[in-house]
């Protein structure tokens, strides 16, 4: 310790550290650790029964040979398609619930339930929703506009739209407040100039809102990269075994099943890398790329 | 020294906190000891000089078989007064993660179910104990009186299972039965499925089910079929084909006999229509269909009797049709088993335990009266269980399976099941006719093979 410090300065030191220390050794413990062991583990063949055996890079290379890793890694990207989908939808919504009005605060509410919804619960109600025979959605269908709609979770052309589907629904509400917050901390002094040049209402909205937001578009846009990449729940729940042809496996749900379903923990290990560090350069790359288009202020 | 007392408290108190974080999973473990403690002593002092000794028991199941296993528990402890066994259930999807993860942190309960290629795994990684000087000294084990079939997949001779010392007790016997809704033949007219095996064939099968396929409300789909959730395993085996030769290790999908079977099953819903197609199927399974009395022919195991006998309608089983190539039948013969722990402090006990659910008379008794199982000893299973007055009448197909023509299930013998798994897993492209069973086999085969030998060899 440093002779200069006092003895009142060197006892608030203590207090700091002590405070300081269990979530520091908590996450030592429970976070650092686990995640270096499974660096270590990643070059080991281990069934959680017997010694682990060393395999250098083999389990890398596995996973590079095996099909069924590039099926769950398109899935994977293909359910991408619902981020720029569900931004433009909770864009509007927000904006539509940026006013005044009776009853806004419970519009607010009924908008945001999905996100405080159990994915399970959602994915289950979606089961039904979706069924081909006596699902809502196919009776809507047939009733109003007299199509006979497709197989929804059984047909694998349509199971990637149906998850997007559900992931649109349950994710508005949370990306629509992050809106809101945007939205209302947009100076009313910009419109009111714009205004005073003669701007109409999407001049207005494209070149004032839009930008003025981009922090907010680029907050969930990586959130959203994020997430898609770490979806598993929901295909645990709705696609049995990876769906039909194993349309529906994302990549966190192969190594699920690689871990829990064959214990074979190196594997597992070695794809969670692989996919640690895309995540890491796909979000690098956002950051650096959200130079050009990111307003800050 | 007293301003110095509140730093050394909480000095102290975060210690504590890091301490109970890590020793956490230890505390809750022990803790169900303490209140049982003062009822053994108890029965320590009428008893003699046996330790009151406490074993751990997990395994999975509907409500049914909990109810049933903490009555033969309390059963068990009124036999072993020394012993408390504490008894938990998991749901049968957590059941596989959950016991490995405890196995592999070094807290195995005592007694465990374990089945099929986990056993392997198990018996191969000395997880689970080698019971068989134990049974050589217990009364309860008469190997003549318990079904072979059902011993030998709890053998293990160092190197493969089905040989050599055992090392688990069958819980149950599964035969994976046919089964028909009566009713709906005799309002056909149609005369039903034979309990022999050989009499019935593909051919008759087929008729039947086309006289039982039904379109009640002309719309072009059927409401009711005459066959669902016909077995791959039943129809290959009976035609002479098999998945795999585990003598050799060689995956044998893509022999005649296996695709000329699965064109079999493909073909009842692909051309001829009497079978819920995959996306009937997907719709509503088959046995939704067969309990809603819209399925003419169907497949269970002794399990599905209690829901069964709640039908409305009358049901039976029957053997399943043989191949016309050969005459022959076959069924897959499931089985779950009771090991212990290599690790366990109390083998001896837990050894009872597991001897007593498995064999004692009593246990066997309510196990089948309830629908649960067919008696693993051989003289109760041929004789009250033959007359008990429940549906199926024809219970000696469950016999018949188990004795003559059932065979262990596919992944049964493996320690890695990928090799099936993705094999069940492109088999819709069969199922919903994009490919032919011939060209799919021709295709996976060696992808099978490739997993099969890294997973297995």
Not at chain 2, 245 to 273: I, K, N, R, W
Not at chain 2, 390 to 396: E, G, L, T, V
Request: glycine fraction near 8%; charged fraction near 15%.
């Amino acid at each position: 310790m440093n002779a200069k410090l006092t003895g009142y300065r060197r006892k608030e030191l203590a207090w700091l550290y002590l405070f300081v220390a269990p979530p520091v050794l908590g996450f030592l413990l429970f976070g650092l650790a686990p995640i270096v062991f499974s660096i270590y583990i990643s070059f080991q063949k281990w069934d959680m029964l017997t010694e682990p055996q060393w395999v250098g890079l083999g389990n890398y290379n596995d996973i590079l040979n095996d099909g069924k890793v590039f099926i769950s890694m398109y899935n994977t990207v293909y359910l991408m398609i619902g981020i720029p989908i569900g931004m433009l939808l909770s864009l509007l919504l927000a904006i539509l619930m940026n006013r005044k009005f009776k009853g806004i605060s419970f519009m607010r509410t009924i908008y945001y339930l999905p996100v405080i919804s159990p994915i399970i619960a959602i994915s289950l109600l979606w089961q039904w929703i979706l069924n081909q025979d006596y699902g809502l959605l196919n009776n809507y269908l047939w009733d109003v506009f007299g199509i006979q709609g497709p197989n929804w979770l059984g047909d694998p052309n349509w199971v990637k739209p149906s998850l997007i589907l559900i992931g649109l629904w349950g994710g508005l509400g949370a990306n629509m407040v992050l809106y809101l917050a945007g939205l209302q901390s947009v100076s009313s002094t910009y419109y009111e100039a714009a205004e005073i040049d003669g701007a109409g209402a999407w001049h207005k909205f494209s070149k004032i809102t839009v930008p003025l937001l981009s922090p907010i578009h680029f907050f969930i846009l990586v959130m959203g990269v994020i997430g898609a990449f770490q979806t598993f729940s929901q295909i645990y729940v709705l696609a049995t075994d990876g769906g039909p042809e194993y349309s529906g496996a994302t990549i966190v749900f192969y190594i699920f099943q690689h871990a829990f379903k064959y214990f074979n923990m190196g594997y597992a290990s070695a794809a969670a890398w692989l996919l640690g560090v895309m995540i890491f350069i796909i979000t690098l790359l956002q950051f650096k790329l959200s130079k050009r288009w990111v307003y800050q202020d | 020294m007293k301003r110095n007392q509140p730093w050394v408290g909480t000095v102290v108190l975060s210690g504590m906190l890091v301490l109970s974080a890590c020793s956490g999973n230890n505390g809750p473990a022990e803790a169900p000891n303490a209140p049982t403690t003062p009822s053994n002593q108890e029965n320590t002092a009428t008893e003699g000089n046996k330790e009151p000794v406490t074993i751990e028991f997990m395994g999975h199941g509907n409500p049914n078989e909990k109810k049933i296993f903490e009555a033969l528990i309390a059963a068990f402890e009124e036999e072993y007064p020394n012993v408390t066994v504490k008894y938990t259930s998991v749901p049968p999807g957590e059941y596989s993660q959950k016991l490995t993860t405890l196995v592999s942190s070094g807290k195995a309960p005592d007694v465990f179910y374990v089945g099929g290629s986990e056993f392997y795994r198990f018996a191969e990684a000395g997880t689970v104990l080698n019971i068989q000087s134990f049974l050589d000294q217990t009364d309860l084990f008469h190997p003549d009186n318990v079904w072979e079939t059902a011993l030998n997949r709890y053998r293990y001779d160092g190197s493969n299972v089905g040989a050599g010392d055992l090392y688990g007790l069958p819980k149950d016997v599964g035969p994976w039965a046919f089964v028909y809704n009566k009713t709906l033949f005799e309002e056909a007219g149609v005369a039903p499925p034979p309990a022999e095996a050989g009499a019935w064939t593909w051919d008759d099968l087929l008729e039947a089910a086309q006289q039982l396929t039904i379109d009640e409300n002309g719309d072009g789909k059927p409401d009711q079929y005459g066959v669902g959730a016909y077995s791959l395993e039943s129809a290959v085996w009976g035609n002479g084909g098999q998945f795999i030769d585990y003598d050799t290790g060689t995956v044998m999908v893509d022999q005649p006999e296996f695709y000329e079977a699965m064109q079999y099953v493909a073909d009842l819903s692909l051309v001829h229509g009497v079978s819920p197609n995959q996306e009937a199927e997907q719709a509503l399974n088959a046995y939704t269909r067969f309990l809603n009395g819209k399925l003419a022919m169907f497949a269970m195991g002794p399990w599905d009797q209690p829901a069964f006998w709640e039908l409305p309608f009358e049901w039976d089983i029957a053997a399943w049709p043989a191949s016309p190539n050969t005459g022959e039948t076959a069924t897959w013969l499931g089985s779950m088993g009771l090991a212990i722990s290599a690790k366990s402090d109390h083998p001896q006990e837990a050894f009872d335990l597991a001897a007593f659910l498995s064999l004692d008379e009593d246990g066997q008794r309510e196990n089948y009266q309830l629908g649960q199982a067919v008696p693993n000893l051989i003289d109760m299973a041929r004789g009250e269980f033959l007359e008990q007055d429940k549906a199926p009448a024809s219970r000696q197909v469950f016999l018949d399976i188990i004795e003559d023509y059932g065979r262990p299930d596919v992944p049964a013998l493996s320690k890695d099941t990928q090799w099936i798994d993705t094999f069940w897993q492109d088999a819709s492209k069969v199922w919903n006719g994009n490919m032919s069973a011939k060209d799919f086999t021709a295709e996976i085969q060696p992808k099978m093979q490739e997993l099969y030998d890294k997973g297995n060899k």
